[in-house]
T-cell receptor, first 114, second 108 residues
Framework: EPEVTQTPSHQVTQMGQEVILRCVPISNHLYFYWYRQILGQKVEFLVSFYNNEISEKSEIFDDQFSVERPDGSNFTLKIRSTKLEDSAMYFC????????????FGQGTRLTVV | GIQVEQSPPDLILQEGANSTLRCNFSDSVNNLQWFHQNPWGQLINLFYIPSGTKQNGRLSATTVATERYSLLYISSSQTTDSGVYFCAVNQAGTALIFGKGTTLSVSS
């Protein structure tokens, strides 16, 4: 089973601050995803990233969000100006082949905006 | 977009009981996965099952793609089975879409 490591595990930030969440897939995968889960709710898709560009994004993924793979290894999600409602668990995921193959999730980053 | 409905929303069991969780989806899918979210929030892969039947220990799953549903069976439940069970599906070229989950509580 592929390993996906996320850092940090927890982050507390002031409203209006920028945060960067990181994902480090151990194996060399091409398909990456970010999801979020507001406490007590379902897991929601944010964005998928393939071959160094966004391939799909949801309505949630607005201009305050961005993704990149700056060094060919880490995969990052940036939230430019955090809001209270951005408080959630953020999951990075990878698929082992194409989009429709099995997805594996990291352990998540719990973001709290105060 | 595709809709994913899971039932029941909540389930309370005594240790040793069996249970069946259901996932209905509104359109044809290329992939279906079952996950267990543990108390630490981690999503644990249970089954990758776009069709057919699979078994892994006390857990098994069946997907009937033509009728747009999947079932997850838990036999001889244990307290460690507690948590939220999610079904997630995707269609060709799209990311996984999750249902709202079934919260399972197993008491000793």
């Amino acid at each position: 089973e592929p390993e996906v490591t996320q850092t940090p595990s927890h982050q507390v930030t002031q409203m209006g601050q920028e945060v960067i969440l990181r994902c480090v897939p151990i194996s060399n995968h091409l398909y990456f995803y970010w999801y979020r889960q507001i406490l007590g709710q379902k897991v929601e898709f944010l964005v998928s990233f393939y071959n160094n560009e966004i391939s799909e994004k949801s309505e949630i993924f607005d201009d305050q969000f961005s993704v990149e793979r700056p060094d060919g290894s880490n995969f990052t999600l940036k939230i430019r100006s955090t809001k209270l409602e951005d408080s959630a668990m953020y999951f990075c995921a990878i698929t082992t082949g194409g989009v429709n193959t099995e997805a594996f999730f990291g352990q998540g980053t719990r973001l709290t905006v105060v | 977009g595709i809709q994913v409905e899971q039932s029941p929303p909540d389930l309370i069991l005594q240790e040793g009981a069996n249970s069946t969780l259901r996932c209905n989806f509104s359109d044809s899918v290329n992939n279906l996965q079952w996950f267990h979210q543990n108390p630490w929030g981690q999503l644990i892969n249970l089954f990758y099952i776009p069709s057919g039947t699979k078994q892994n220990g006390r857990l098994s799953a069946t997907t009937v793609a033509t009728e747009r549903y999947s079932l997850l069976y838990i036999s001889s439940s244990q307290t460690t089975d507690s948590g939220v069970y999610f079904c997630a599906v995707n269609q060709a070229g799209t990311a996984l879409i999750f249902g709202k989950g079934t919260t399972l509580s197993v008491s000793s």
